[in-house]
């Protein structure tokens, strides 16, 4: 279908930062074809009028684990490891491939209604997550996860091959994996090894977490004498293209380390915080030129997937742990959730910004609501007052995906019956 958006202030997020006003924007089948003043033989098949609207690229949540939907506001108050050991990973071995999707399915339904377009997640049963992509038309990287040591099995990672070869380009192009070992203190040193063979063998890259805590980056001085990032660097890991959440407890030795090797980081504002496990330097890290993206993490720990939050917390909470007005100023939080995201997961040559020839992955914001009003700065207003709910239609690869604030492609209701069962059900078993 071919798509006119006319009358919309556009951010483009591509060399210009600031929003250009009565901007017309024109989509061809998956891609952007003009923007400004459109070519009157150019045939559209639908209008939209985005008078009072702001036109820009759709957020992508560089790391989470929406099927964590199911564990929603049910282990709350708990530091990470408490809250790990004792609360979610027993749950988790109760969940089915049924529980995955449709917990999936609702985290699908609350990422498009806030605007993401694209997401990144590391979970299990990884099939139902694409499916629920393929559903949904959103845009995906997935990894299953890994965890093992160094006489593993290797039954995860033929999980990861058969993944590959049925899912990487599927659902039109809009779904890529990537291999997900969980983290350094859940992956022996050899199965890290083999992570890093399996990531070549499928020209793949790395999603990990990594320095979370302060507990985690003990235990590794303890057990390696070495910081998590130093003990994986030096398995070879940042061989691979990698991207590594969280990141809080760094020294300035790790800093060095992920610059020099191109580490993409991504933030997780809320569930650091809402874990207790620090804050990242963030600032720091972009200072010395770390590609930073911005990531909600699960809905059992965020306890949503609301990426204006994010980048509204990105944007605050810098300043008051760097005690400067001036650290992480609005655009840089947009670029976070926008263009830096897309850098992290290889995707910039198609997404992130609205530019004639890459996909069209568009997000219209409806501005006529009084926390926009006086209209003094548009990048202040998304950093500082706009809301999940103030998106009204979303577009991905061509195709519209949530119009007037009405879904289009699954059935809401359906999904949040089917999902409260799934949790009821996983509850008693």
């Known amino acids: 279908m071919n798509i006119l958006i006319k009358n919309a202030t556009l951010l483009s997020m591509g060399d210009k930062e600031e929003p250009v006003e009565n901007v017309e924007v ?13 070519p009157e033989d150019f045939y559209a098949e639908k209008v939209i009028d985005a008078r009072e609207s702001l036109v820009m690229p759709g957020l992508i949540d560089g790391h989470t684990h929406i099927a964590m939907s199911l564990f929603r506001n049910y282990a709350d108050d708990l530091p990470l490891m408490e ?49 629920a992509v393929e559903e949904a038309g959103i845009r995906a990287v997935l990894a299953r996860g890994l965890v093992g040591g160094d006489n593993d099995d290797g039954r995860r990672f033929e999980e990861t091959r058969k993944l590959y070869k049925s899912w990487h380009n599927g659902a039109g192009g809009r779904l890529k994996f990537m291999v997900g070992p969980h983290a350094p203190y859940t992956c022996s040193p050899g199965y890290l090894r083999k992570v890093v063979e399996l990531a070549r063998e499928l020209n793949v890259g790395i999603h990990i977490h990594i320095a979370e805590s302060a507990d985690e980056v003990e235990e590794s001085l303890k057990n390696y004498g070495k910081s998590p990032v130093r003990h994986i660097y030096d398995l070879g890991l940042f061989d691979i293209p990698t ?26 504002p809320t569930s650091n915080l809402k874990l207790a496990s620090g804050f990242a330097p963030v600032e720091k890290m972009i200072k010395k030129g770390i590609n930073v993206a911005l990531g909600t993490d699960g809905p059992s720990s965020n306890n949503n997937l609301n990426m204006f939050e994010e980048i509204n917390l990105a944007a605050i909470i810098n300043k008051s742990v760097d005690h400067d007005a001036t650290s992480i100023p609005a655009i840089t939080a947009i670029k976070m959730a926008t263009v830096n995201g897309a ?22 914001i409806d501005t006529q609501k009084p926390h926009f009003y006086p209209r003094h700065n548009i990048i202040s207003a998304l950093a500082y007052s706009a809301q999940a709910s103030d998106v009204k239609t979303v577009i991905v690869d061509g195709k519209i995906v949530m119009e007037d604030y009405e879904i289009k492609t699954i059935d809401t209701e359906r999904i949040m019956f089917e999902a409260e069962k799934a949790a009821k059900d996983l509850m008693r078993r």
Request: aromatic fraction near 8%.
């Open 26 to 38: 024109a989509i061809e089948k998956d891609k952007i074809k003009y923007i400004g003043e459109v």
């Open 83 to 131: 809250w790990l050991k004792t609360r979610i990973w027993p749950l988790e071995e109760k969940l089915t491939a049924q529980d995955v999707y449709w917990g999936s399915m609702l985290g699908v339904a609350e990422l498009i209604r806030s605007g993401v377009t694209c997401f990144s997640d590391m979970y299990f049963f990884m099939e139902e997550t694409a499916k």
């Open 243 to 268: 991207v590594a959440a969280h990141c809080v407890h760094l020294s300035d030795e790790d800093i060095e380390i992920l610059a020099e090797n191109k580490v993409s980081v991504v933030n997780n």
């Open 343 to 364: 850098k992290a997961l290889g995707l910039e040559k198609e997404i992130a910004s609205i530019e004639v020839g890459k996909k069209a992955d568009l997000i219209i």
